[in-house]
């Protein structure tokens, strides 16, 4: 099984500045690497998918990059409706989420 | 379009449920499905696949031999049999659909349904 870690486990930011969420894989997972958003009561959003392609909708203040076993998820400049938690999810071999990284004020 | 899952409550250990989870438009046929759950103050757990043909399942190892994933195309409908079920079973249950027939990432997800598993 492919073990994906994110760091940091929470990121205390400001409305306005940047954010960079990180995860790891333990193996090569080429670029299938996916990112959701998930707010409390609400089902998870897909944002990113191959690393580094935006879902439909999805603002283009969310990037992704990487590939292999490194992956960043950057937020340019956070929205108030932008404070939520956040998984990278690998595709490579079936399917196994990261911990996730809670985006806090 | 969208997916709306039912059928959570609460059990005791060593019980059974069923979930189902049920499409609207164009959203089901040709897709691949998946269950994930999140358990309280827990992250996402991937749980299971099934194609579009039912043709290719795969259960994560936390459930493989207790949970039994199938669809029914004439009803648009995900279900998720579990038994012999566990107080760590506790969780919200979302179906999500892959945005192909494939493995690949989750394009949409229900609004989850709550199993409790408690004496």
């Known amino acids: 099984e492919i073990v994906m870690t994110q760091s940091p486990a929470t990121l205390s930011v400001s409305p306005g500045e940047r954010a960079t969420l990180s995860c790891r894989a333990s193996?090569?997972?080429?670029?299938?690497l996916a990112w959701y958003q998930h707010k409390p009561g609400q089902s998870p959003r897909l944002l990113i998918y191959g690393a580094s392609t935006r879902a439909t909708g999805i603002p283009v203040r969310f990037s992704g990059s990487g590939s292999g076993t490194d992956f960043t998820l950057t937020i340019s400049s956070l929205q108030s409706e932008d404070f939520a938690v956040y998984y990278c999810q690998q595709y490579n071999d079936w399917l196994t989420f990261g911990g996730g990284t809670k985006v806090e004020i | 379009v969208q997916l709306v899952e039912s059928g959570g409550g609460l059990v005791q250990p060593g019980g059974s449920l069923r979930l189902s989870c049920t499409a609207s438009g164009d959203s089901f046929s040709a897709y691949s499905m998946n269950w994930v759950r999140q358990a309280p103050g827990k992250g996402l757990e991937w749980l299971s696949f099934?194609?579009?043909?039912?043709?290719?399942?795969y259960y994560a190892d936390s459930v493989k031999g207790r949970f039994t994933v199938s669809r029914d195309h004439g009803k648009s409908s995900l279900f998720l049999q579990m038994d012999h079920l566990r107080a760590e079973d506790t969780a919200v249950y979302y179906c999500?659909?892959?945005?192909?027939?494939?493995?690949?990432?989750?394009?949409?997800w229900g609004q989850g349904t709550v199993v409790t598993v408690s004496s």
């Open positions: 099934i194609s579009s043909r039912s043709n290719v399942v």
């Open positions: 999500a659909r892959a945005g192909g027939d494939y493995v690949t990432a989750f394009d949409m």
């Open positions: 193996q090569s997972v080429s670029i299938n």
